[in-house]
Nanobody
Framework: QVQLVESGGGLVQAGGSLRLSCAAS????????MGWYRQAPGKQRELVAQ???????NYADSVKGRFTISRNNTKNTVYLQMNSLKPEDTAVYYC?????????????WGQGTQVTVSS
């Protein structure tokens, strides 16, 4: 079982920045792909960014060039630096830890942190 604790959400004006952090309680942090998802009211949860066990990353098209995902394997923490925020980035952001085992995958989720971008 992996527990994920997010922090760093809040209210910011359009064009501003926020950094989200997610601390994972696992001795095997290196083996997990870490990601951030978001869910806006009335919408499905969507992938924002993911970083694999090395430095391979992928981003949603809507955040490319504005958001950066990174991980610190000595601190068991993943970060999401969000710049040039837009009102449409408003959502609850969830940290995800994913373990791939062959064709199977196991997901763990944080409790979510609210990000609100005012226009």
């Amino acid at each position: 079982q992996v527990q994920l604790v997010e922090s760093g959400g809040g209210l910011v004006q359009a064009g501003g920045s926020l950094r989200l952090s997610c601390a994972a309680s696992t001795s095997f942090f290196l083996t997990y792909a870490m990601g951030w998802y978001r869910q806006a009211p009335g919408k499905q949860r969507e992938l924002v960014a993911q970083i694999r066990t090395g430095t391979i990353t992928n981003y949603a098209d809507s955040v490319k060039g504005r958001f950066t995902i990174s991980r610190n394997n000595t601190k068991n923490t993943v970060y999401l630096q969000m710049n040039s925020l837009k009102p449409e980035d408003t959502a609850v952001y969830y940290c995800n830890a994913r373990l791939y085992t062959g064709d199977l995958r196991k997901d763990y989720w944080g409790q979510g942190t609210q990000v609100t971008v005012s226009s």
